[in-house]
């Protein structure tokens, strides 16, 4: 395939950031997303020119660092793959593919196509934890009896790999998605009831303070979620906070 590529480029946060053409020969359509963009760095790299930045890390869907935006959709057109999952088959010869960073103001720009989702890590360190004894005493896994229906819905929750997609879908920029699977996962558990109350009012104190916005209510995050993470989380959190804030 013959390609013609409109990537933003940008040196960092504070510098105005520009679209550039770049047309690409001999594409294959078993080549992933990233594959491509390999091909094209090489060949820029070959004329001397800088490559592309972008960020990635298992190449397997697993650890959400290849978070792109392509035609205006995260991980592009496919559904439930990351962008390391999608495959240049999905496009063809002759396509105008234009790729961009996520775009949100708790994820500025690093570089190019890189941007900073530390936002997401300081979430999960308001809350998304539980205290338990590792001094030796501890207790058996299978001692505690869980309900399969909610070990289920926990484990689905866990399935979150905090790539951004749902931010970046969002078009108020809401991490609702991302909150809610992080506290679900433990709000459903036994070993997460003893903390709950406080931590769903630190992690959604945390999401406010990183200038997420609030859930648009039309569900664009969970159909671009790479792992289908439900709604219903985002109702489940919505319950616990309204709990733990009576609770004072």
């Known amino acids: 395939m013959k390609l013609t590529l409109k990537i933003w480029r940008q040196k960092d946060a504070g510098t105005k950031g520009q ?45 959400g660092s290849c978070s792109l935006q392509i035609n205006g959709e995260p991980h592009g057109p496919d559904r439930m793959v990351t962008t390391c999952q999608l495959h240049m088959r999905s496009f063809k010869d002759g396509d105008t593919i234009v790729i961009e960073p996520f775009r949100a103001k708790a994820f500025p720009v690093i570089k190019d196509l890189v941007v900073d989702r530390s936002s997401f890590d300081r979430i999960q360190q308001a809350g998304g934890y539980i205290s338990v004894n590792t001094s030796g005493n501890t207790i058996d896994a299978n001692a505690i009896p869980v309900e399969k229906e909610n070990a289920d819905e926990s484990f689905e929750a866990a399935t979150c790999i905090g790539c951004g997609a749902c931010v970046a879908a969002c078009k108020n920029a809401s991490a609702m998605l991302f909150t809610s699977a992080k506290v679900s996962q433990f709000a459903l558990l036994p070993q997460g009831r003893v903390e709950a109350t406080r931590r769903v009012l630190n992690m959604v104190e945390q999401m406010d303070k990183e200038g997420f916005g609030n859930c648009s209510n039309t569900g664009a995050c969970e159909i671009e979620c790479p792992k289908g993470i439900s709604l219903e989380n985002i109702a489940r959190m919505n319950r616990e906070y309204l709990s733990a804030s009576l609770k004072g």
Do not use: W
Request: net charge negative; aromatic share 6%.
């Open 19 to 63: 679209l550039q053409t770049y047309p690409l020969d001999g594409v294959e359509g078993d080549m992933s997303f990233l594959e491509m963009l390999d091909v094209l760095n090489a060949e820029l790299i070959d004329k001397g020119e800088e490559p592309v930045v972008f960020d990635h890390d298992c190449r397997e869907g697993i650890c």
